[in-house]
């Protein structure tokens, strides 16, 4: 992705060779002699982060090359044996579960999770920033945020190579009463979405007009997006959609062919394998994409109405009160302790600076069963009032609940082409992947939903409103 290379050395904030030098937030200059390191913290860590030594950060980056040894070290216990198997595969990163067992005498948790790099070279070259934010989220904002996140006992990455990257997690699984969303994007009953929202609030409440958004959050600026206008990961890959692919050539495109363009003929040459197929509120009248009134990607989203499009809404959810957002707040990123009512987060890829509502476009989008407009503004508007509960005084004047709804319509368009960019990558495995079926069957009823909610929202609608202003 375009914005990658500037990003990957912003972030990594130290030089290998065999004397690093870092430049912390505060300011300080500190100089370490080390063969391999990761980004030291700025400020002190949480206690469930290893505070790993120059030797330790010496780490694998693949399950095949985890160790009793290194497992040892990490969780400070004497490690028998290990076996690992896959547990999630995610667009950034795969999820893989590590059983272990002790020596007599020692004890630990039965297993954990690794959250590794996908071992593949263009994934990581593209990913690598992601690595960086969500290292430095343990390292350096865990310990601020008022959200409940997932106990780490490692965080590693590798500034000489920031493709490499490590993350030895809680197993949240083992948690009596946890329960898991991972097929959010079929929907939950509202009840739990609600919940989910809630909580950000406490997020968003504490960080709302905060001076220290400015110090916590690394900068994420975009090539072609206005100073001040939002910018963030997810905009990021919003953005990446308009730009040359770089497996345009190899996918039978012009080279430097953009994603949003790409789509619809892929789609088309897989309509029938695909079954895309879709209503109209009020119209029993079955179309299939790409074709019929709701195309998809529609004509509003492609160059240059597109890109325009997009910068607008960046334009305006920059001028708004701003806050410390997840940016990828949905259901599938937290476990809910039945038990306890308490949430555990998860995936700090995304977190930016931005308005409170953009952090709702994840979580009510396709999140919550039996979507409508009116079941939708009802969640913004209680979320709304648990926001000004956690936030300061005068929170209500300065960011209204009509201020919410939109920002959560625009984080709505900002999110449009980021599904596009997914789809371009990711359809063209269907037919070779041997989990090609259920993904398959999976993205019908999604985009099925995605559909039905577009004309719920009269989101292309707001589009033309949006480019009008």
């Not at 948790?109 to 920033?129: E, F, G, I, Q, T």
């Not at 394998?273 to 509003?300: K, S």
């Not at 709505?412 to 990558?425: D, Q």
């Not at 099925?448 to 577009?454: D, E, H, K, P, S």
Request: one cysteine or more; proline letters at 8%.
């Amino acid at each position: 992705v375009f914005w990658c290379d500037a990003l990957v050395q912003r972030n990594a904030m130290s030089t290998t060779t065999t004397t690093v030098t870092t430049v912390h937030p505060d300011g300080r200059v500190e100089t370490v002699t080390t063969t391999v390191t990761a980004e030291p913290p700025a400020a002190a860590a949480p206690a469930a982060v290893a505070d790993a030594s120059a030797e330790d950060r010496v780490f694998p980056d693949t399950p095949a090359k985890v160790t009793p040894e290194f497992m040892s070290k990490v969780l400070g216990a004497k490690v028998k044996s290990v076996s690992t198997e896959i547990l999630g595969i995610g667009f950034i990163c795969d999820a893989h579960k590590a059983t272990l067992e002790y020596e007599e005498g020692s004890s630990g948790p039965p297993s954990v999770v690794l959250k590794m790099a996908k071992d593949d070279a263009a994934s990581r070259a593209m990913n690598a920033p992601f690595f960086a934010l969500e290292a430095h989220w343990y390292r350096n904002i865990e310990q601020h945020a008022p959200l409940k996140c997932v106990k780490t006992f490692g965080v590693f990455t590798d500034s000489s190579d920031p493709g490499r990257f490590l993350l030895v997690l809680e197993n949240l699984n083992l948690v009596e009463g946890n329960e898991h969303n991972p097929n959010w994007l079929i929907g939950a009953q509202r009840g739990v979405i609600q919940s989910i929202i809630d909580d950000l609030a406490k997020l968003h409440g504490k960080f709302f007009e905060s001076p220290e958004l400015s110090t916590l959050i690394p900068p994420f600026p975009i090539p072609g997006v206005p100073e001040g206008a939002f910018s963030g990961p997810i905009l990021g890959y919003s953005m990446a959609a308009f730009a040359p692919f770089p497996g345009a050539a190899a996918a039978g495109f012009p080279e430097g062919t953009p994603p949003i363009d790409m789509l619809e003929p892929i789609v088309s040459k897989m309509k029938d394998y695909l079954e895309w197929d879709y209503t109209m509120l009020g119209d029993d009248t079955v179309h299939r994409i790409p074709g019929g009134p709701m195309d998809y990607p529609d004509a509003r989203f492609k160059l240059p109405n597109g890109m325009a499009l997009v910068l607008k809404a960046s334009q305006i959810l920059g001028s708004r009160p701003q806050t410390l957002l997840h940016g990828d707040g949905h259901p599938g990123n937290s476990f809910v302790n039945k038990a306890t009512g308490e949430t555990t987060w998860l995936d700090y890829q995304c977190y930016a600076k931005g308005p409170p509502g953009l952090d709702l476009a994840q979580a009510l989008s396709l999140g919550v069963l039996e979507t409508s407009k009116t079941t939708l503004k009802e969640m913004t508007q209680a979320y709304h009032k648990k926001l000004c509960e956690y936030g300061p005084p005068g929170l209500a004047e300065k960011y209204t609940s009509e201020m919410c709804w939109e920002d959560f319509m625009l984080g709505m368009i900002v999110f449009y082409p980021t599904y596009v960019m997914v789809h371009c990558l990711t359809l063209s495995q269907l037919a070779t992947d041997e989990n090609g079926e259920m993904k398959r069957i999976g993205l019908k009823t999604i985009v099925q939903r995605y559909i039905t909610l577009l004309q719920e929202l009269d989101l292309l609608e707001f589009c033309d409103e949006i480019l009008k202003r």
